[in-house]
């Protein structure tokens, strides 16, 4: 891939999943947007149950999707206080793929998300979804602390 110029941030991806990480994430990228005039993409990741089945990953689905879209509305109050434009939407799949995807396809400039902490060996087995993203995703990733 050739190197592109940088052009300054256009839209923010932040990835959602609810945490204190996703939320000084969010902070950091409204704090961002609003200086630089870019507008803001939160994207929250339901990943469904393995194995799935069709009630369990119904109820699962449908829970998650009414937590997150509780939260996307003060969400949306404290863009619009900033005078940002924040747009939310909601995937299901795997987290880092999902966000990476659709970082792609909305031609994302950033993408700021939380670091979860989690233990060596999960980290061992699994990798943590910032570092997938970080590993994988065409444009700059600000992990968060």
């Avoid at 932040?14 to 939160?42: F, M, R």
């Amino acid at each position: 891939m050739g190197a592109r110029a940088f052009q300054g941030f256009q839209t923010i991806l932040v990835a959602w999943d609810g945490s204190p990480q996703a939320e000084h994430a969010l902070e950091v990228a409204l704090s961002l947007a609003a200086s630089t005039k870019a507008s803001v993409l939160v994207l929250a990741v339901i990943r469904p149950p393995e194995p799935a089945e069709s009630a369990e990953m119904n109820a699962v689905l449908e829970e998650a999707r009414d937590r997150y879209e509780s939260n996307f509305g003060s969400m949306r109050t404290r863009a619009k206080e900033a005078g940002v434009e924040l747009k939310t939407e909601i995937a299901v799949g795997h987290p880092a793929e999902q966000i990476i995807h659709r970082a792609e396809t909305a031609q994302a400039s950033l993408i700021v998300m939380g670091r979860r902490s989690h233990t060596v060996f999960h980290r061992w087995m699994l990798g943590s979804n910032s570092e997938r993203v970080v590993r994988s995703a065409y444009c700059p990733v600000m992990v968060v602390h």
